[in-house]
């Protein structure tokens, strides 16, 4: 029933479909919850009466895909800046498309998006890149269908089924580890804090560089990420290594964020403190000159929860600090069967197998 209990009124929304339109009406009402009753059936009477009637009125007619991710955005309680950067990505590809003829179109552009490098990283896109796509686009079409927009969902799941995802399995040696930290410290020193981090906490990339000063909480040794900045909109604590604990001690007063750059203003003789926003370039010229093209900076998120998971750290206090829903452990550097190794036992016949082979070698 369209009747909602304000403070000291009752909100009465009235909500048709009219030749193929939804109509709304809606109007505040100072009194019982039987007047209010009554007063959304008089409002449903003159919208089947006439479609341009009093109060609030607004017709809700959606023509292109652009409209509907219009209302998806409205109706949508919460978006991380993740997901509002897909729906912006979608609105420039596709905003323009009619809906009659967009299940066809969205096939050729997937068909297309497949076949093409990705112009933010000049590399084919990864078939979780184009499962998140269709996610959008679905989830777009059932709040239309929900809210009484339209009738049915065309991007089903067999028209537009999941590819299957492969995980990245890359790892860095000690040594590549530290040849990549020294071309940092002598090429871009401001990312040194940042990338340290990120190879002992499990973090997306997009949290780190919104942690705020007032994220920090040194009593407890943690950093709080705050839901409007993580990837699923869900907040979560990480906590901070022993090594690190003089860096954010020792944080310069005017920086509001906790990974920063210094930038001087040597004319004016001033200094600012910035937020390290997007370092992508800088962050690729660093990787080429320690010749390790093919690593990403979000591989440092898998390669730090498997360091915990091997120094000893129970896998649902790790999925915890990563802010994984499901556990991504199973995928990631074939944690599983690795355990499964600690636990094979040879017998004793093995091992005077191999003493035999010894002794004849001598």
């Known amino acids: 029933m369209g009747i909602e209990r304000m403070h000291d009124a009752y909100k009465v929304k009235a909500r048709l479909r009219i030749n193929g339109k939804i109509v709304q009406k809606q109007c505040t009402l100072t009194g019982s919850r039987e007047e209010a009753k009554a007063l959304l059936e008089k409002m449903k009477a003159e919208l089947r009466a006439t479609d341009s009637a009093g109060c609030s009125l607004k017709v809700i007619e959606l023509k292109t895909f652009g409209d509907l991710l219009k209302i998806y955005k409205e109706k949508r309680e919460q978006c991380s800046a993740f997901h509002i950067n897909k729906i912006k990505f979608l609105e420039r590809e596709l905003g323009s498309l009619d809906l009659p003829f967009f299940p066809e179109r969205f096939e050729q552009y997937l068909r297309t998006l497949k076949t093409t490098n990705s112009e933010a990283t000049g590399r084919p896109r990864s078939n979780a890149c184009i499962n998140r796509i269709v996610e959008i686009v679905r989830a777009a079409f059932n709040m239309a269908v929900s809210l009484d927009l339209l009738k049915v969902n065309p991007i089903t799941k067999a028209r537009f089924p999941r590819l299957k995802e492969f995980a990245r399995d890359v790892v860095l040696s000690e040594a590549d580890r530290l040849r990549l930290l020294n071309v940092i410290d002598q090429e871009a020193p401001h990312l040194s804090a940042i990338v340290r981090y990120a190879m002992l906490v499990p973090c997306r990339r997009s949290e780190l560089v919104n942690m705020a000063k007032d994220d920090l909480d040194l009593i407890h040794g943690a950093i709080r990420v705050k839901a409007m900045t993580a990837k699923n909109d869900r907040g979560c604590w990480k906590p901070i290594p022993p090594d690190m604990i003089t860096y954010f001690r020792n944080l310069p007063k005017e920086t509001d964020y906790l990974f920063f ?34 690593f990403h900076f979000h591989d440092t998120r898998h390669m730090a929860a498997t360091a915990l998971i091997d120094n000893g750290t129970p896998e649902q206090a790790v999925m915890a600090v990563a802010n994984w829903k499901t556990n991504m452990l199973r995928n990631y550097y074939h944690r599983e069967p690795k355990k499964a190794l600690e636990l094979v036992r040879f017998s004793r016949q093995c091992e005077n197998t191999v003493k035999t082979s010894n002794a004849s070698a001598l």
């Open 261 to 294: 750059q210094k930038i001087e203003n040597r004319k004016k003789g001033s200094i600012r403190y910035a937020g390290l926003g997007d370092f992508k370039k800088i962050w690729t010229s660093c990787l080429e000159k320690a010749g390790l093209n093919g």
